[in-house]
T-cell receptor, first 112, second 115 residues
Framework: QQQVKQSPQSLIVQKGGISIINCAYE??????FPWYQQFPGKGPALLIA?????SEKKEGRFTISFNKSAKQFSLHIMDSQPGDSATYFC???????????FGKGTMLLVSP | DGGITQSPKYLFRKEGQNVTLSCEQN?????MYWYRQDPGQGLRLIYY???????QKGDIAEGYSVSREKKESFPLTVTSAQKNPTAFYLC??????????????FGPGTRLTVL
């Protein structure tokens, strides 16, 4: 049973465009939603995270939008750059737990 | 330099052999985790440990074993019982006192290939 569903599986965006990756969850006990960025052959690194009491969080060109009633959250990358080409994972953590449940990932390619 | 080290970066083993992957952290984190990554499958939790001498099974623990004798170290053994061990293995750690975020920091990974 996949608890966090991520789409699309892959995405190609022109340089300067907006990249949008979506995630949906079922478990209402989730209380923390991070996004990780992973370059080939490397470990993932935390990009940005949000809690469900906030509808949007922005850090530089990266924005998380959170819709609690729809149980969905998304990552927006503004002014996408070739250096943003990587695999992005959404994740969710249950209240009171330390473990994360990950989506299956989105491979983003930003063309020059 | 604070961080998580995993060794080796690449590991080749013959089918039927046990193999141990190393994970060390100097972040003074209490919790440590092992994930397996396969193409298109995301990260799946194998085992995790919240404190020394204690660990719990994750979603795909069968065919794996761990130990946590020291706070800094959380080695993973891939046993011959693991049916499809070829994968990219990631170790992570987090602080139980880092506030609400409890960010997980990842190591660089070990790519295991079983021939």
């Amino acid at each position: 049973q996949q608890q966090v569903k991520q789409s699309p599986q892959s995405l190609i965006v022109q340089k300067g465009g907006i990249s949008i990756i979506n995630c949906a969850y079922e478990n209402t006990a989730f209380d923390y939603f991070p996004w990780y960025q992973q370059f080939p052959g490397k470990g993932p690194a935390l990009l940005i995270a949000i809690r469900p009491d906030v509808s949007e969080k922005k850090e530089g060109r990266f924005t998380i939008s959170f819709n609690k009633s729809a149980k969905q959250f998304s990552l927006h990358i503004m002014d996408s750059q070739p250096g943003d080409s990587a695999t992005y994972f959404c994740a969710a953590r249950r209240s009171g737990y330390s473990t994360l449940t990950f989506g299956k990932g989105t491979m983003l390619l930003v063309s020059p | 330099d604070g961080g998580i080290t995993q060794s080796p970066k690449y590991l080749f083993r013959k089918e039927g052999q046990n193999v141990t992957l190393s994970c060390e952290q100097n972040l003074n984190h209490d919790a440590m985790y092992w994930y397996r990554q396969d193409p298109g499958q995301g990260l799946r939790l194998i085992y995790y440990s919240q404190i020394v001498n204690d660990f719990q099974k994750g979603d795909i623990a069968e065919g794996y074993s761990v130990s946590r004798e020291k706070k800094e170290s959380f080695p993973l053994t891939v046993t011959s019982a693991q049916k499809n061990p070829t994968a990219f293995y990631l170790c992570a750690s987090s602080s139980r006192t880092s506030g609400s975020q409890n960010e997980q920091f990842f190591g660089p990974g070990t790519r295991l290939t079983v021939l």
